[in-house]
């Protein structure tokens, strides 16, 4: 069970948390969507990088504070290497 | 309001004043009971705002607890935290519009919320030298004295409902407070894991 | 009392002063006190102790611990006999019945034994080559096949059991509580940390409780372990937990354990069962010890063949020898530590067999100096006695060692012995995903780099670290580290030390011991006892190119047995690695997955049975309805009143009987499970304009409106009521099971898309109780409970809200409909609730008020064509396919979902749409679910164009009605088609979908 | 030709010791500088494609790259369900199809699969349940395919060790039976494929990892491998959990996340549950080997991984349905817990079809459901990559259904992973 440290509340057990996959789409501009073709918009809608490796996702605190955040985390390893507040961009990280 | 006779608890049914009059408290391992109709009043704003935490402070006497998952006494009111830009007050049940509108005046002109969410919630007491050992069955959280003490509150889950947990003191003793659709399942589970230690129910 | 012939007079740490009876196979047996069922038995002189999985051959006792293949035993009986209970693992209490298993008639007289004279034609893999023919034939011969496989019987009886679980939490975890884990456990409690030490035995001491002669800080084994115990149960900060196997290594440092806290007592404990730990540790140090390994000879299965290590354990700990004569043959010293703890009970060893030439390490001396012969550079060929060992051929190995030669020699013995060497226990570590490492030193593997985001570290022989000193000092080093990093540094007292080791030499690796005859064509050599995987197999598969250790564990089953290959999985990748002539590591290594030992399904369940499985949600008035003798139906995990029967009415006369007195008069319904979200701040209007398809900003304040969500695909997945309580203020409403759903949604686009916008969102759903009173004169009741305000059309139109108290009680009632009806919901706070339904009960007594429930709900919207979203919808349906084309928002510039609209598919027209269908013969109520066609053919396959998705018999239309989605179902207004299904055809047209004159806007 | 596998060749062979039975399949020593079409992936899948490509096309030079050793991701790792009482025209055709190669997968390939139609129950709990199971049955048997509907007195007459009562925190209400569903070995559908695709002439390279694509144009020439590079005309991605892997180093994405799907088996016991039995409301999936260990599958993880583990309360939760289902099983142990990496697509239907590089194809997204489909798989991929088009089977399956929006969505109606 993963151990997801909460930016707020702290380590927690994962099953307080529901996953938000991948982090960092965000959502196209109306004059965006007003031009896009679908095949771009389904790049948007459901194209995904999911990488071996580190993954940037989110996570929601559900059972606890209900706040959204990004986790940089190993999807072999299963590593949490880093928590950081939504909006902020994807940290650079070494590559594992 | 309507006569105060015809409020009942989410728990009432259970016969819980019956079987307060039946419990050997002195003797128990661990001691439960409800906590009904508090006033509960939710509470959102920037805590980085000091108007807002003056405003809490001018109505409740209590400065607001920032850090998380952690809790603040001033006489009748007590605020936990529940998240970043969220608290509740806890004070005496039948208070709840007063303290709202007191609440909603304080705030004027900020972003800020005020919800009265007293209605939703019943609270189920645990004390006792075996409570945190009964939480440990359905809550993930370390509840030893070194990792969590009076002071603290942590929404979490308790078995498979959700609930706050407020350690009210050393004994330890635990307010749980919990949507009162899942009541009887919560007050059912604590009898559930109670047949394995001596318990007595505490009249409200 | 019978006499035990194989028990020692004196020595072990059994209480001869306590005897405790037993039966096995219907015989009873006498043992005592601190015995384990194998020790027990082999006291007794009973080494037949169980048939194989394959070949039925009769088997012993192997091993004295976990790693057992052989002895499995069915324990107890009804509904508490399990199978497959490994006997050096179970205690013996008194009135313990036991069986063996797999075997008919008997155990001595098998006829399954048959396989074992066809074991020729039976080679591994051989179904996969066989009952090819007929085709139809598997099913034929699978049933013969299972009834051979399957080990013990499982109760077909409910386990009468319960079971415990819970969470627990420490800076520093070991497992295994012997030399290392003792010493690691003392250091890290000493220091002030909190420590949680499990082992899977009765007590603490791991290998030393088998020791005879080792001290510890000057004091015999078993008194520093006792010293130890006892000081580690003073320390309020650390919690031993005896017979609790670690069996899994999850992410992050948690581990679940099993505490069996019955068992040893049998059916008359009280209390659970067994108890589930999940344990999250800060640091865990894993000292679970090493498992010998068997030498794999020719007929090494015969009962009477034994691991040395567990002779020793036999004799040692519980003064049980496996037999009378012992020979044992051996690649490494440790066995003959063996031969002298048996010399010393007075065992007759009639001879050490060493695989290596010249064997000179301390204890061969020692054995030379007691006079026991060892007879160099040999092996054992065969191994004679089918039921029992009561001969053993020696011959000298070749050069090689992969022949024999000379003469042979007999010796009689009752006993074969046999050391391969030590495998660490790296289970635990392996399960963290963690590489293990071939070690040459001791030809073993051994724990690689821990896995990142764990923190462990394996001390003692869990590492390879086999000395005891090693063990001691490791242990002790790695619980005062561990208890620093965390701020537990004053670590008091050193490592406890032993007397130096033995002087040893290395072992000798011979994989397969050769014997006179080629490998697979005389005795068995085998590798797998449980799976009768023999050294033949493993060539086989080798043969036929199933090289690697996944190919050669799934071809052959190697491993796969119930004790998964802790005696046989080294041996057979050494086998493999020979043949392919490759490296050990090269072959590959085995994943350990968990669980170490396999571990009962109750306590993983725990104390959730029935009702707790799930939490039921009941609404502030549930008893009203259960004492009203309604039954519930499920929503999610809310019950809610399904209809209430009156005496000698079904479901069908009851909601008819609902749904017409709601049309008729007034009706009222326990709506309190609808979702409720309060919704505030300067942004809540342009919030609603993004999450719902239809426009909120120009929404007055007192008014609702209802709204279709859709997700970013553009299909509906909520719907609801959200009424303008002031101008930064509103009120949603949801599905009931989409509540917490349409929560999350609102969070997530605030929090991760939209965080500038001021807006803050609390549930409210429990906060009040809703009735809602339905039907021509629902305004009449109300107006005899509310005195404060006009409920007048006028004063109180439909779409608005109105704050105003209920029989005394605080309220707001909205006036929405989900009927077409006049209608009123009533929100109150709970805690009034049966006050106030009660009072609206009283005050509807003149109108025949009724109470309906979910059922009667459906039937009243669905003549008026609202539609349920999760019934009409089920995540392929547009606002639009719904035929709800007016409330997309045309002129709102964006909405979740409105890019999808736009999309080739999603734009056709001639998607499939909401229509009604009302049968031919009025009085056929189509099923939910039915399929529609145009053409009905004689039989399958038909061309479906749509289904049923509500379908009810309509008291107020005195007809059936249904709705349906059908692909271009609103240009086939009138067209008639078909609904096959059971056996029957029945036509229906096509109509809109409402049923009764045209219905008012729906609410959700 | 190989060796017939036969109970006369069995006995033949154990008269010399079984020393004359050869390799099931080649390991060529090094491949081939350019094969006709490459098949990246030597799962269950891989190995079909290859077979069809071999004996329906007449493409026999083809190479089945595998990084680790064959049939050992997902096909070794699964429940071994197989049916087709799919929901959807386009699934239950596709399924039924692949449930029909099944049925005569044995003989075709002389390769013992064990196909055991014991059929395949689905539990209804509630109203809504029922509902969705009826809706389901009726359009399956439209579709031709079998499937029935059980009464709770029928469902307790298959299977009497199943709590039946109506007190459970979940009655059973019902169920729909597909009596041609049942399980399969799954090992031997790989083993099987592999040996008859390679009597072919189809090379099996194991032990070799794709690193790489030789993409000209945007047409692809070849894989560059940890063996080198290897030319081909065309190739083929069937790679489950890793697919987006092997996407992203051709260049392009998929609408596919790998999660962690986990399973279990019991210690064996002698026959106790003749019948699949699976409650998609909570999460329980069981059925009893011939060895007689009963093979449980579990919900999947919510977060993406390739770890081939997954989190403890999911088997908790399930075990707990399943004993409270099944109120005999409290006593019978856990042997052994696993984990897969399933590729699961937004719609929980596959992709079969075309990619944006020219000759690249892809098959994957079969999520937790891709063991049934093996062979049916293999025989539309093989058909789509001989021709260039796909099967018409495959076509409503194309990638391109994430932008037109005609997705195939199995989650909701038919509810049913496994």
Known sequence: MLLISCPHCGPRDEHEFAYGHEAHIARPTLDQQNTMSDAEWADYLFMRKNPKGVHFERWVHARGCRQWFNVARHTVTHEIIKVYPMGEPAPKLEQK | MAEAYTRRSALQHFGLTAAAAKSDVAGAEIVIGESAHRAIVNIRGNSSDAAFIAAVKSVTGVDLPVKPNTTAQSGAFRVLWLGPAEWWVVTTGGTEEKLVADLRQAFAGQHAAVVDVSESRTVITISGASARDVLARGCSLDLHPRAFGPGQCAQTGLTKANILLDQTDATPSFDIYVLKSFGDYLWQWFWLIGRDYKFAIKAQ | MSAQKNRVATGGRIDRSKPIRFTFDGKTYYGYEGDSLASALLANGVTLVGRSFKYHRPRGIISAGPEEPNALIEVGTGARREPNTRAPQIELYDGLVTASQNRWPSLDFDLGAVNSVMSRFLPSGFYYKTFKWPKDGWLFYEKFIRRMAGLGTGSQETDPDRYDKLYAHCDVMVVGAGPAGLAAALAAGRAGARVVLVDEQSELGGSLLSERERTIDGKPAAEWVATASAELASMPEVRVLTRTTAFAYLDANMLSCVERLTDHIGPSATGPRQRLWRIRAKEVILAAGSIERPLVYSDNDRPGCMLASAARTYVNRYGATPGQRVVIMTNNDTAYQTALDLTAAGVSVAAIVDLRANPTGALAQAARAKGIEIIENSAIIHVKGTKQVREVDVQSLTSDGKGVTGSVRHLYCDTVLSSGGWQPTVHLHSQTRAKVVWDDGIQAFVPGPIMPGQNNRSVGSARGAFGLNEALNEGHNAGAEAAAKFGFSNVTGNAPSAEAEPESQPLRSLWIVPSNVPVGQGGKHFVDYQNDVTAADVQLAHREGYVSVEHLKRYTTMGMATDQGKTSNVNALAIMAGLKNVSIPEVGTTTFRPPYTPVTFGVFAGSDKGDFLDPIRKTPIHQWHAEHGAPFECVGQWHRAWYYPKAGEDMHAAVNREVKATRDSVGIVDASTLGKIDIQGPDAAWFLNMVYTNAWTKLEPGKCRYGFMCGEDGMVFDDGVTSRISENHFHMTTTTGGAPRVMSWLEEWHQCEWPDKKVYFTSVTEQWAVFALNGPNSRKVLEKVVADIDLSEEAFPFMTWRDCTVAGVKARIYRISFTGELSYEVNIPPSYALHVWRALMTAGEEFSITPYGTEALHVLRAEKGFVIVGQETDGTMTPQDLGFEWIIGKAKPDFIGRRSHLRSDTKRPDRKHLVGLLTENPNDVLAEGAQVVEHVKDKPPMTMIGHVTSSYYSPNAGRSIAMAVIKNGRNRMGQTVYLPYEGKVIAAKISKPTFLEDGAPANG | ?418
């Open chain 4, 1 to 418: 030709m190989k060796q017939n596998y036969s109970i006369f060749s069995l006995v033949r062979n154990a008269l010399s010791y079984h020393q004359g039975w050869q390799e099931a399949w080649r390991s060529p020593a090094v491949p081939k500088p350019e094969y006709d079409v490459i098949i990246i992936g030597g799962g269950g899948h891989g190995l079909a494609t290859a077979y069809y490509l071999a004996k329906e096309h007449g493409i026999t030079n083809v190479a089945v790259l595998e990084k680790g050793w064959i049939g050992g991701g997902n096909t070794g790792r699964n429940t071994t369900i197989v049916r087709s009482n799919y929901l959807w025209d386009e699934s239950a055709h596709l399924y039924e199809h692949s449930l029909k190669l099944f049925e005569g997968l044995t003989q075709d390939l002389n390769y013992n699969v064990m196909f055991s139609q014991r059929g395949l129950m689905n539990l209804a709990h509630t109203q809504h349940d029922m509902q969705a199971l009826r809706r389901r049955v009726y359009a399956i048997q439209l579709n031709g395919i079998d499937s029935e509907i059980l009464t709770p007195a029928q469902i307790k007459e298959m299977v009497p060790i199943l709590d039946c009562s109506s007190s459970a925190r979940y009655p059973i209400m019902g169920a729909s039976l597909q009596r041609r569903g049942g399980v399969a070995r799954h090992d031997a559908v790989a083993w099987g494929f592999a040996r008859k695709a390679d009597e072919r002439g189809v090379d099996i390279l194991q032990n070799t990892e794709v690193t790489g694509f030789k993409i000209v144009n945007g047409v692809v020439k070849g894989v560059e491998t940890n063996r080198g590079f290897i030319g081909g005309k065309k190739v083929g991605i069937v790679v489950a959990g890793h697919s987006g892997v092997m996407a992203g180093l051709a260049g392009f994405r998929l609408p596919v996340e790998s999660h962690p799907l986990q399973a279990l088996v019991s210690e064996p016991i002698k026959p106790i549950l003749n019948t699949v039995v699976m409650s998609p409301q909570v999460h329980v999936y069981v059925s009893q080997s011939d060895k007689g260990e009963l093979v449980l599958g579990a919900g999947i993880d919510a977060y993406t991984s390739y770890a081939q583990v997954g989190s403890p309360f999911i088997i908790e939760n399930q075990l707990n349905a399943l004993t409270d289902l099944f109120p005999c099983f409290g006593r019978l142990r856990m042997l052994r817990q696993w984990g897969g990496i399933v590729d699961t697509c937004p719609d929980a239907s596959p992709i079969i079809g075309k990619t944006p590089v020219e000759n690249l194809f892809l098959n994957c997204g079969w999520g937790t459901g891709g063991f049934k489909a093996t062979p049916g798989s293999g025989n539309v991929f093989a058909h789509t990559i001989a021709t260039g088009e796909p099967h018409k089977l495959a076509q409503p399956f194309a990638l391109d259904r994430f932008t037109t929006g005609y997705l195939i969505d199995e989650h909701g109606a038919a509810g049913v992973a496994h």
